[in-house]
């Protein structure tokens, strides 16, 4: 098992350098394919409970929120999740009881907790087009770096905080959502974030300050990601969310904390080192 987990961590590393550093339309679509694959989770763990998730117009719904990203129309994204809300609620008055306002608020939820998310990993990549950072050799656009802190940051979280909650973590957080997770494996987590993003933005030149800023928010942001997944997967009775990266479950089960930490790095982005 933990091999497997090794190996696929690895390929995903790999995949996610070339992909990142690369950017544009193969970027793009990768992103767009594990939305689609996440909502797929949410849809197979949803009806583990009998929930009557629409799985055409979460898919519908997804593509394009990310076509709309990729494009850069926020105003349009504004009109389709309007649109998708009013779907919804249609579909629950017209269907009688094949189709119910549960059904309605799950379908409108999972669109939202994935389409949003997923959205924002795009909207980091191609934040500045016109900025590059150079380390040695290296040159990446100010997007791709800007992601990799995101991306850091939530990795060194999970890591440390791992570590440190085997080794000391004694303070349940979250007992009735994560059973193992502890507050001392929380502030580990922080940690390991402030530590992961301070030493790499310092390698593209980085203001320290921003780099621990961004360290934080992804600190917080990155564990509220994982217990919110830990969450529905409670509620549905899972252990994970998928199979398909084999020793650590599925999309949904590896990108949790992505999904949170990256929209809040991206504004933290926006707001100071954009404008």
């Not at 780099?211 to 942001?221: H, K, M, S």
């Amino acid at each position: 098992m933990l091999g497997k987990r090794i190996l696929t961590a690895l390929i995903g590393i790999l995949a996610a350098i070339y992909l990142i550093n690369s950017g544009g339309w193969l970027f793009i679509g990768a992103v767009a394919l594990l939305a689609v694959i996440a909502w797929h989770e949410y849809f197979a763990m949803l009806g583990c409970r009998q929930i009557n998730v629409h799985y055409g117009l979460g898919v519908t719904g997804i593509l394009l929120l990310m076509a709309c990203t990729a494009l850069g129309n926020p105003q349009e994204t504004i009109i389709i999740m309007f649109l998708l809300l009013v779907l919804c609620l249609a579909k629950a008055v017209t269907s009688s009881s094949s189709f119910t306002i549960a059904d309605a608020s799950f379908t409108f939820f999972g669109i939202a907790y994935v389409g949003l998310t997923f959205s924002h990993i795009i909207l980091l990549r191609f934040a500045d087009n016109f900025t590059s950072y150079n380390v040695g050799n290296v040159t990446l656009p100010a997007g791709a770096v800007y992601l990799w802190l995101a991306f850091v940051g939530t990795w060194a979280n999970d890591t440390f905080a791992y570590f440190v909650g085997t080794k000391f973590g004694q303070n349940k957080l979250c007992p009735a959502i994560s059973p193992y997770k502890t507050w001392e494996g929380a502030i580990g987590g922080i940690i390991g974030s402030l530590l992961g993003t301070a030493i790499l933005g310092s390698l593209f030149q980085i203001p320290l300050f921003h780099g621990l800023i961004i360290g934080l928010l992804a600190g917080i942001a990155a564990p509220l990601g994982d217990l919110a997944e830990s969450a529905i997967k409670r509620y549905t009775g899972v252990k994970d969310s998928g199979r398909l990266l084999p020793g650590h479950g599925g999309v949904l089960d590896r990108f949790d904390s992505i999904m949170f930490a990256v929209p809040t790095v991206y504004y933290y982005i926006y707001a100071f080192l954009l404008n």
